[in-house]
């Protein structure tokens, strides 16, 4: 049963071209490391524990990685191409860690549209608040595709 407005999709293979780009700014907070790490039952000390990163090369904890990829992930299902995204390849190199309460800029850039294969490339560079590169992403994703009214109407059954 669809209740309430029409379900909002992203965008199209046909409506994405090479170049189109999206820029975000996020900020690592407690409530989200606090869920990740509830989430996951991931109790590495180098996420949590003051004493122990003190004694490593970090000196302070760290974001875990696969909340840097949650933010990405999170930015194609909701912006480009939008909802009914569905990534298919993940490539990432983290290349400087991230602390608690730093904020990020997240530049995504699609450099590749492949209609045969209904595949979108997008390239994603992260920086922080001193510019420094923290990581480079790219990733695969399937655009939506538009359901047609009587498949939505089978589905909502």
Not at 132 to 154: S, T
């Amino acid at each position: 049963m669809n209740i309430g407005k029409p379900r909002k999709i992203g965008k199209s293979i046909e409506d994405i071209e090479e170049g189109d780009s999206l820029s975000l700014t996020e900020s690592i907070e407690d409530n989200q490391l606090l869920l990740y790490l509830g989430l996951t039952n991931d109790a590495n000390p180098l996420y949590i524990q003051h004493d122990y990163t003190q004694k490593t090369e970090y000196q302070r904890p760290i974001v875990p990685s696969i909340m840097l990829m949650g933010i990405i992930t999170s930015a194609v299902s909701k912006h480009l191409p939008g909802p009914g995204s569905h990534v298919v390849n993940f490539s990432v190199n983290f290349i400087e860690p991230v602390y608690h309460y730093e904020t990020l800029t997240f530049e995504f850039e699609v450099i590749k549209v492949d209609k045969m294969k209904d595949v979108v490339t997008i390239s994603v560079e992260a920086i922080n608040t001193e510019d420094h590169r923290i990581l480079d992403a790219v990733v695969m994703v399937q655009p939506p595709k538009a359901v047609a009214e009587n498949e939505e109407e089978q589905q909502d059954e």
